[in-house]
C-alpha cells in the first residue's frame, strides 16, 4: 500500500468519514498558515525593473570613483579641458608615485591605520558595555544618563574645539597621536545604537538564566552577549573606521605636516599656486583604496549584520 491511498481526514470532514488528501496538499497548519497570509511560502524574484532601477544606482555610486581614477590617470591640462576626458589616460602609475612621495602618504596611512584601528575598537567595545547596561542592567539613574547621552549628540563638535586643543596641549599631546584617538574614544551613537539593537536581540530570559548559574555582569556580557551581538558590532567597527579615517577638522587643528593623517597629508597637494587636479585625485586614490579593501574583506559580515538586525521575528 502506497502513502497516496492512506486515508486522511480533512478539517471539514465530518466524524466517521474520511477523504484522500492529494498529493503535494499542505498539512493543516500549513493551510492555516497560508490562509492568513496568502504571500507565505512564496519566493519573490526581482522582475526586469528591479534590476534597471539597481543598475542605475550602482552606476551613481561607482561614477565617482571611477571619475576619480580617470582624472588621476590624465595630466593636468586635460582633466581641465571641457568636455572633460571620461576614458583612463597613460598617467596612473606615474600620478601615484608622484603623490605618494610629495605628500609623504606612506606615514600618513600607518597614522590613519593607527587612529581608525583603535578609535573603531574602543567604540565598539564601550559601546557595546554600555549598551548592554542601558538594555538590560536596572539601576538608578540609567534613563536619566541615557538622555544625557543622547543629549551629546545634539551639541555640535566645533564648541568644543578650543577646551579640547587646550587640554590637549596640557597634557603635553599637541601634534602627537594621542591627541586624536583620546577624545572619541567612544561615541553617543554607538551607544545609542547598541542599546537599541540589544533591546531587541537579547531576551531577558538568557540574563537572567546567567545569573541564576551564578555568573556576573562581565561574565555575561562575554558568554552571552558578545556572540549575539557579532553583527552590529561589525557594522559599528565599519562605520567608525570609515569615519574616523575621513576625519579632517579635528587632527588637522591638532596635528602638523611632519605626523598627519591622510586626510591632512593630502592638503599639501594643492598647496601650490596653480593646484595639480591628477595629482589631487591620485592621492585622493590611494587613500580610498585602504577603505575598499576593508569592505571587500568585510562586506559580507557587514551586510549580514545590517539585514539581521532589520529583519525582526
Same mark, same amino acid.
Given at each position: 500500500?502506497?502513502?497516496?491511498?492512506?486515508?486522511?481526514?480533512?478539517?471539514?470532514?465530518?466524524?466517521?468519514?474520511? %477523504?484522500?488528501?492529494?498529493?503535494?496538499?499542505?498539512?493543516?497548519?500549513?493551510? =492555516?498558515?497560508?490562509?492568513?497570509?496568502?504571500?507565505?511560502?512564496?519566493?519573490?524574484?526581482? /522582475?526586469?525593473?528591479?534590476?534597471?532601477?539597481?543598475?542605475?544606482?550602482?552606476?551613481?555610486?561607482?561614477?565617482?570613483?571611477?571619475?576619480?581614477?580617470?582624472?588621476?590617470?590624465?595630466?593636468?591640462?586635460?582633466?581641465?579641458?571641457?568636455?572633460?576626458?571620461?576614458?583612463?589616460?597613460?598617467?596612473?602609475?606615474?600620478?601615484?608615485?608622484?603623490?605618494?612621495?610629495?605628500?609623504?602618504?606612506? $606615514?600618513?596611512?600607518?597614522?590613519?591605520?593607527?587612529?581608525? @584601528?583603535?578609535?573603531?575598537?574602543?567604540?565598539?567595545?564601550?559601546?557595546?558595555?554600555?549598551?548592554?547596561?542601558?538594555? $538590560?542592567? =536596572?539601576?538608578?539613574? =540609567?534613563?536619566?544618563?541615557?538622555?544625557?547621552?543622547?543629549?551629546?549628540?545634539?551639541?555640535?563638535?566645533?564648541?568644543?574645539?578650543?577646551?579640547?586643543?587646550?587640554?590637549?596641549?596640557?597634557?603635553?599631546?599637541?601634534?602627537?597621536?594621542?591627541?586624536?584617538?583620546?577624545?572619541?574614544?567612544?561615541?553617543?551613537?554607538?551607544?545609542?545604537?547598541?542599546?537599541?539593537?540589544?533591546?531587541?536581540?537579547?531576551?531577558?530570559?538568557?540574563?537572567?538564566?546567567?545569573?541564576?548559574?551564578?555568573?556576573?555582569?562581565? =561574565?555575561?556580557?562575554?558568554?552571552?552577549?558578545?556572540?549575539?551581538?557579532?553583527?552590529?558590532?561589525?557594522?559599528?567597527?565599519?562605520?567608525?573606521?570609515?569615519?574616523?579615517?575621513?576625519?579632517?577638522?579635528?587632527?588637522?587643528?591638532?596635528?602638523?605636516?611632519?605626523?598627519?593623517?591622510?586626510?591632512?597629508?593630502?592638503?599639501?597637494?594643492?598647496? @601650490?599656486?596653480?593646484? %595639480?587636479?591628477?595629482?589631487?585625485?591620485?592621492?585622493?586614490?590611494? /587613500?580610498?583604496?585602504?577603505?575598499?579593501?576593508?569592505?571587500?574583506?568585510?562586506?559580507?559580515?557587514?551586510? /549580514?549584520?545590517?539585514?539581521?538586525?532589520?529583519?525582526?521575528?
Amino acid at each position: 500500500m502506497t502513502t497516496d491511498s492512506i486515508p486522511v481526514r480533512t478539517a471539514d470532514a465530518r466524524p466517521g468519514t474520511t %477523504d484522500k488528501a492529494p498529493k503535494g496538499t499542505p498539512s493543516g497548519a500549513r493551510r =492555516r498558515r497560508l490562509f492568513r497570509n496568502p504571500g507565505a511560502g512564496r519566493q519573490h524574484h526581482a /522582475g526586469p525593473v528591479a534590476y534597471i532601477l539597481l543598475g542605475i544606482a550602482a552606476l551613481f555610486s561607482l561614477f565617482p570613483l571611477y571619475w576619480t581614477m580617470v582624472a588621476a590617470s590624465t595630466d593636468n591640462t586635460r582633466v581641465t579641458q571641457t568636455p572633460p576626458p571620461f576614458l583612463p589616460g597613460p598617467h596612473l602609475l606615474e600620478n601615484l608615485g608622484k603623490a605618494w612621495q610629495d605628500a609623504a602618504l606612506g $606615514k600618513a596611512m600607518l597614522n590613519s591605520l593607527i587612529v581608525a @584601528g583603535l578609535i573603531a575598537l574602543s567604540t565598539v567595545l564601550f559601546a557595546t558595555l554600555a549598551g548592554f547596561a542601558f538594555a $538590560k542592567l =536596572r539601576f538608578k539613574g =540609567r534613563n536619566i544618563l541615557l538622555m544625557l547621552v543622547i543629549g551629546t549628540m545634539m551639541v555640535p563638535p566645533q564648541l568644543g574645539v578650543v577646551p579640547l586643543f587646550m587640554m590637549m596641549t596640557e597634557l603635553g599631546w599637541g601634534q602627537k597621536l594621542p591627541a586624536v584617538i583620546f577624545p572619541t574614544l567612544v561615541s553617543a551613537v554607538g551607544v545609542f545604537f547598541m542599546r537599541q539593537y540589544l533591546t531587541e536581540a537579547l531576551p531577558d530570559e538568557l540574563v537572567e538564566a546567567g545569573r541564576v548559574d551564578g555568573a556576573h555582569s562581565l =561574565r555575561i556580557f562575554w558568554s552571552i552577549v558578545l556572540p549575539i551581538a557579532r553583527p552590529p558590532m561589525a557594522v559599528l567597527f565599519m562605520i567608525t573606521f570609515v569615519h574616523a579615517w575621513n576625519d579632517f577638522f579635528w587632527p588637522f587643528i591638532v596635528l602638523d605636516m611632519t605626523n598627519p593623517t591622510v586626510p591632512v597629508a593630502l592638503t599639501q597637494l594643492s598647496a @601650490g599656486y596653480v593646484r %595639480d587636479q591628477s595629482l589631487i585625485m591620485a592621492g585622493a586614490l590611494l /587613500g580610498t583604496l585602504p577603505l575598499l579593501a576593508l569592505f571587500i574583506v568585510f562586506g559580507r559580515q557587514i551586510v /549580514g549584520g545590517i539585514m539581521q538586525g532589520a529583519v525582526k521575528g
